[in-house]
């Protein structure tokens, strides 16, 4: 039931105006048995943008965990009482689980994002595989939890390897380019073109995002949005009234 939100994917790519609604909860306070779904039909798709889901950004933070610079961000985000959605490196993982441990005791949403952030149109069939479930491992014995949804390193797809891949693909529609550009000013300015639906790009492994990350916060919040995660918004259960939100 985890997964249900991918048989309802092609209706939101085709503009369909259905509510999504996925019955398991998104975070899970403690260990619980986790069922690991079979794999699907051959299936691809990408998720750039969400309509229905009205008023609601997601900040999405890959490549990490980093030893201190994420613990940095979480301090900020728990500060400013926002949900983030990591999407991590298996091997850093297995390397600092209690960073991971702690961003979803605080409410965020983990990711797969590879085991070393390898590009998959380079691999076999089988060293995919092992990427996606080495990472799943790893995020298993942090957390307790099998992460929802996958994001490729690099952004690097093709047909047959969305084909291999169980879950929801996530991309993004901004991408503050930080790893570029380095400049906290940059970052806030390209964040500012995110509107309602968005999936935002960010890495927490550079000083200059973590330095960013207020002023992305407060310019998005001052454009009305609620900051939800990546799962959230797909579900599309949340931020129904705008109103509301741009009043907080
Ligand atoms: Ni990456």
Redesign the pocket.
């Known amino acids: 039931m985890r997964f249900k939100v991918l048989y309802l994917l092609p209706l939101l790519l085709a503009g369909c105006t259905a509510t999504l609604s996925p019955s398991a909860p998104l975070v899970q306070a403690e260990a619980a048995p986790v069922v690991v779904p079979a794999p699907l039909p051959q299936y691809s798709y990408q998720v750039r943008n969400v309509p229905e889901a009205t008023g609601c950004v997601a900040l999405t933070f ?2 990490g965990p980093h030893v201190t610079l994420t613990p940095q961000l979480l301090d900020i985000l728990r500060s400013e009482g926002i949900r983030a959605t990591f ?1 991590v490196v298996g091997q850093r993982v297995a390397s600092w689980p209690d960073i991971v441990a702690r961003a979803v005791r605080e409410s965020h949403e983990i990711g797969n ?1 590879s085991w070393n ?1 390898a590009l998959f149109t380079t691999l076999s069939d089988a060293e995919i595989a092992s990427q996606l479930a080495r990472t799943d491992a790893a995020i298993l014995a942090a957390t307790g939890i099998v992460p929802a949804t996958v994001r490729l ?2 952004g690097d797809g093709n047909a047959r390897v969305f084909g291999l891949i169980d879950r929801p693909v996530v991309f993004w529609d901004v991408d503050t380019l930080d790893w570029q550009n380095r400049s906290p000013p940059t970052i806030q300015q390209i964040s500012a073109r995110a509107y309602s639906g968005s999936i935002v790009l960010l ?1 927490d492994i550079h000083a200059t995002t973590i330095a960013a990350v207020p002023g992305v916060i407060a310019t998005l919040r001052a454009q009305g949005l609620q900051f939800v995660t990546v799962s959230e918004l797909l579900s599309g259960r949340v931020c129904t009234n705008p109103t509301i939100v741009a009043a907080r």
């Open positions: 890959d490549d999407y994002h952030h390193p690099g890495h």
